[in-house]
Protein backbone atom coordinates (compact mmCIF):
# COMPACT_ATOMS: atom_id res chain seq x y z
CA UNK A 1 0.00 0.00 0.00
CA UNK A 2 2.94 2.70 0.94
CA UNK A 3 3.91 2.11 -3.11
CA UNK A 4 0.18 3.43 -4.00
CA UNK A 5 0.38 6.23 -1.55
CA UNK A 6 3.71 7.43 -2.63
CA UNK A 7 2.29 7.64 -6.43
CA UNK A 8 -0.37 9.61 -5.05
CA UNK A 9 1.35 11.93 -2.99
CA UNK A 10 4.03 12.51 -6.11
CA UNK A 11 0.76 13.39 -8.89
CA UNK A 12 -0.15 16.13 -5.88
CA UNK A 13 3.17 17.06 -5.44
CA UNK A 14 3.91 17.39 -9.33
CA UNK A 15 0.54 18.97 -10.47
CA UNK A 16 0.94 21.58 -7.47
CA UNK A 17 4.35 22.41 -9.28
CA UNK A 18 2.44 22.82 -12.18
CA UNK A 19 0.12 25.00 -11.26
CA UNK A 20 2.53 27.54 -9.68
CA UNK A 21 4.07 27.35 -13.11
CA UNK A 22 1.88 27.78 -15.64
CA UNK A 23 -0.26 30.15 -13.37
CA UNK A 24 0.89 33.41 -14.88
CA UNK A 25 -1.08 32.34 -18.39
CA UNK A 26 -4.12 32.06 -17.11
CA UNK A 27 -4.11 28.12 -16.83
CA UNK A 28 -4.80 26.10 -14.14
CA UNK A 29 -3.74 22.58 -12.82
CA UNK A 30 -5.80 20.20 -10.80
CA UNK A 31 -5.58 16.24 -10.02
CA UNK A 32 -7.71 13.47 -10.42
CA UNK A 33 -7.04 10.31 -8.14
CA UNK A 34 -9.09 7.48 -8.78
CA UNK A 35 -9.50 4.39 -7.15
CA UNK A 36 -9.51 0.81 -8.11
CA UNK A 37 -11.87 1.00 -11.23
CA UNK A 38 -13.26 -1.57 -13.39
CA UNK A 39 -11.22 -1.06 -16.35
CA UNK A 40 -9.38 -2.71 -19.18
CA UNK A 41 -5.92 -1.93 -16.95
CA UNK A 42 -7.89 -3.77 -14.08
CA UNK A 43 -8.86 -6.84 -15.61
CA UNK A 44 -6.19 -8.78 -15.51
CA UNK A 45 -6.23 -8.53 -11.61
CA UNK A 46 -7.07 -11.53 -9.34
CA UNK A 47 -10.57 -11.25 -7.90
CA UNK A 48 -8.92 -11.43 -4.37
CA UNK A 49 -6.63 -8.97 -5.08
CA UNK A 50 -9.75 -6.40 -6.27
CA UNK A 51 -11.43 -7.48 -3.46
CA UNK A 52 -9.50 -6.96 -1.10
CA UNK A 53 -8.89 -3.00 -2.12
CA UNK A 54 -12.89 -2.22 -1.88
CA UNK A 55 -13.36 -4.13 1.66
CA UNK A 56 -10.87 -1.41 2.81
CA UNK A 57 -13.06 1.22 1.33
CA UNK A 58 -16.29 2.84 3.08
CA UNK A 59 -18.00 2.23 0.00
CA UNK A 60 -17.62 -1.26 -0.64
CA UNK A 61 -17.49 -1.60 -4.01
CA UNK A 62 -14.76 -1.44 -7.43
CA UNK A 63 -15.47 1.70 -8.74
CA UNK A 64 -16.89 1.93 -12.50
CA UNK A 65 -15.63 4.62 -15.10
CA UNK A 66 -18.77 6.31 -14.42
CA UNK A 67 -18.05 6.99 -11.20
CA UNK A 68 -15.30 9.03 -12.15
CA UNK A 69 -17.01 11.22 -15.00
CA UNK A 70 -18.51 13.77 -13.01
CA UNK A 71 -14.93 14.78 -11.46
CA UNK A 72 -13.56 14.79 -14.97
CA UNK A 73 -16.36 17.28 -16.11
CA UNK A 74 -15.90 19.72 -13.51
CA UNK A 75 -12.30 19.64 -13.49
CA UNK A 76 -12.78 20.62 -17.54
CA UNK A 77 -15.67 22.76 -17.01
CA UNK A 78 -15.73 26.73 -16.26
CA UNK A 79 -16.84 25.54 -12.81
CA UNK A 80 -13.54 25.00 -11.77
CA UNK A 81 -11.77 28.09 -13.25
CA UNK A 82 -10.91 29.44 -10.20
CA UNK A 83 -9.62 26.27 -9.27
CA UNK A 84 -5.72 25.09 -9.16
CA UNK A 85 -3.74 23.10 -7.62
CA UNK A 86 -5.65 21.04 -5.93
CA UNK A 87 -6.66 17.30 -6.08
CA UNK A 88 -9.94 15.85 -6.35
CA UNK A 89 -9.92 12.27 -4.47
CA UNK A 90 -12.50 9.70 -6.16
CA UNK A 91 -11.90 6.57 -4.56
CA UNK A 92 -15.09 5.49 -2.57
CA UNK A 93 -13.35 6.15 0.36
CA UNK A 94 -10.26 4.12 0.33
CA UNK A 95 -8.06 7.25 1.11
CA UNK A 96 -9.94 8.43 3.63
CA UNK A 97 -9.46 4.70 5.20
CA UNK A 98 -6.00 4.03 4.36
Same mark, same amino acid.
Given at each position: ?6 ? +?M ?6 ? !???? #???? #? ?5 A ?12 ? $????Q +? ?5 ? $??? +? ?5 ? #? ?9 ? #? ?6 ? $?????? !?? $?????
Amino acid at each position: MSHYIAS +KMAIIGFMR !GLAN #DVAG #DGITANALLPGLTNTLATAS $QPEEQ +KRSTWEE $QAI +KRLGEPE #DITGAVLFLTS #DDAAFMTG $QAIVVD !GG $QYRVG
